[in-house]
């Protein structure tokens, strides 16, 4: 893997806020088509450091870049280059799917013309065509979800950030995701996600697991349960995050 090309490359990372070091000193890779998952507990600081690497903020202090942008004086290229999908929010429930393609396609700077192939394709790809004019509002949640990926990659970015995206949907619709973003991984896209469930930190290449600001650990799941002497990922966080003395 480190023959790959990296898509993040952040040194040394450090956000503060007043007296207070949400991340402290972060260094980290991701390459070109790999699944990163990006772990820690609530006040773990990795909500912040994301925000770092998707241009909505600026670091104290450190260096880096994504997509090949830097995250210190080029954050409007950052955001351009990238996908972002959010459990919280993702799509306008009061418009139809069609709206939403178009709406987020001009967002991201496409033409008419290839927003209105990206439309056709998306929909023929999802097997939705006959729900072009179906209001998000009255989708089925698994449908939702593999629109909202589907157009956080309109513009063919080469990183895609998903936070919490499978959160409070069942298990089988969480399994179809997975697929979609498997599929989105084989095809060189680099998939940077968060998420509280454990079995789905198996499904990544490598995890990161943040504590009160610091990567605690990094590493693939198989070397992860093997170096902490743990059976499941969810044994590894709990034994990881159970050091933090942060107050939450």
């Known amino acids: ?44 600081g990795k909500t912040t450091a994301i925000r770092i690497l998707c241009g909505l903020s600026k670091p104290t202090s450190g260096e880096g870049t994504v997509a090949g942008y830097n995250i210190r004086n080029q954050q409007e290229a950052i955001k351009k280059h990238i996908g972002y999908m959010s459990q919280k929010f993702s799509l306008y429930p009061d418009l139809k799917v069609w709206e939403n393609i178009e709406l987020f ?24 065509e006959d729900a072009r004019d ?24 080469q990183i895609v950030f998903l ?5 409070g949907v069942d ?3 969480r399994r179809n995701f997975w697929k979609m973003i498997y599929q989105a991984a084989s095809n060189g896209v680099t998939v940077f996600v968060t998420t509280h469930y454990m079995d789905e930190a ?13 990567v605690e650990a990094l590493g693939s799941p198989s070397q992860l349960k093997e170096r902490y002497s743990a059976n499941t990922m969810d044994e590894v966080f709990t034994k990881i995050a159970g050091r933090s003395i942060r107050e939450e």
């Not at 402290?24 to 998952?37: Q, R």
């Not at 033409?111 to 056709?120: G, L, P, R, V, Y």
């Not at 509002?137 to 629109?147: A, E, F, V, Y």
């Open 134 to 157: 179906m209001f998000v509002r009255d989708m089925p949640l698994g449908w939702k979800q593999k629109l909202a990926f589907s157009i956080s990659m309109v513009h063919d970015p």
């Open 202 to 214: 198996e499904y990544c290449d490598r995890v990161s697991i943040m504590v009160d600001g610091v």
């Open 1 to 44: 893997m480190e023959n790959r090309e990296k898509t993040v490359i952040i040194k040394h990372l450090v956000k503060r806020f007043g007296d207070f070091t949400a991340v402290n000193d972060i260094s980290f890779d991701v390459h070109k088509g790999e699944i990163f998952g990006f772990l820690g507990a609530n006040g773990a």
């Open 171 to 173: 298990p089988v619709t």
């Open 105 to 128: 396609g001009g967002i991201y700077g496409l033409s008419d013309k290839q927003i209105a192939e990206k439309t056709t394709k998306m929909l023929k790809a999802l097997s939705m």
């Open 163 to 167: 936070d919490e995206p499978t959160g």
